[in-house]
């Protein structure tokens, strides 16, 4: 069993201070496109996007699930909703919550390649570098973090504690 630490990680205060500053070097990259991953990218993306203010800045949701619940994913990812997206010739901006093994952005990244995009960017709002298995790095990370695994701000732990504006780390309960 896990709980919610008694004290943020990082307080809302401090993610909408990076969210200024990574707001404005997501905007110099001027994309065409935003790809957000359901759900955990939901809250991150939003305010990102409200950030890259241009009027034809195309927004488009997938879902990338690697059939884990609870703390640990199973490692066979399963992408939908690329289907009714086009990238062609375009910028591509895609956003998570998080970059913890890197397979699903890794995953992701393979299979918009052969989608005839001019450019492929990714941007997370933490990178767990500690965790990385696959070959990747974020172009835009708003928070390095340790191995701590994390709610809040869109990020769940079976489904729980996405609205929270703040990031917690989930502990082990032991009991007492
Ligand atoms: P990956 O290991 O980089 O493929 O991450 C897969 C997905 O697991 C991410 O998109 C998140 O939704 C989820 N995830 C990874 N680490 C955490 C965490 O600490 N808290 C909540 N979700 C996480
Ligand atoms: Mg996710």
Sequence with gaps: MYRKSSKPLISAREINERLDTLGKDVA???CDIVITVLSGGF???ADIC???ATPKLQLAFIR???YGSGTESSGNLKITGLENIDIRGKKVLVID???DTGNTMFGIKQALAGMGAKEI???VLLDKPARRTADITADFAGFEIENKFV???GLDYAGDYRTFPEIWTMEEDDGK
């Design 121 to 123: 960017k990714t941007c």
């Design 64 to 66: 990338a699930s690697s």
């Design 97 to 99: 919550d998080i970059l």
């Design 151 to 153: 709610v809040g701000y």
């Design 43 to 45: 809250i991150f993306s």
């Design 50 to 52: 409200k950030r890259i």
């Design 28 to 30: 110099a990259f001027g």
